[in-house]
């Protein structure tokens, strides 16, 4: 975004934060880019070892081989693996 667009959006939008030093908005985005987000979170250990998508095939062939439809997975398998 262009530096007056930004200088207009925080005078009309956040009439509050006009008088804040530069400081105080680079520790927010520092504060934003290293809060904990589940990809960061299970990131390095998926990435390593490939599990998650090993999980997904190897449920994915259970379903094959039991003969159900696939919408199974979206109405039992995926609620049970947001769950956990």
Do not use: W
Not at 12 to 23: A, F, I, V
Not at 54 to 73: C, D, E, Q, V
Request: net charge positive; glycine share 4%; proline share 7%.
């Amino acid at each position: 975004m262009k530096p007056s667009k930004l200088q207009d959006h925080l005078r009309r939008c956040h009439p509050d934060k006009t008088e804040k030093d530069l400081k105080y908005f680079q520790t927010l985005k520092h504060k934003f880019q290293k809060r904990p987000t589940p990809d960061r979170m299970f990131a390095s250990t998926s990435l390593r070892n490939g599990d998650g998508l090993r999980a997904s095939y190897n449920i994915s062939l259970l379903i094959a081989k039991s003969g159900k439809p696939h919408t199974i997975g979206e109405k039992l398998i995926l609620p049970a693996v947001e769950e956990v």
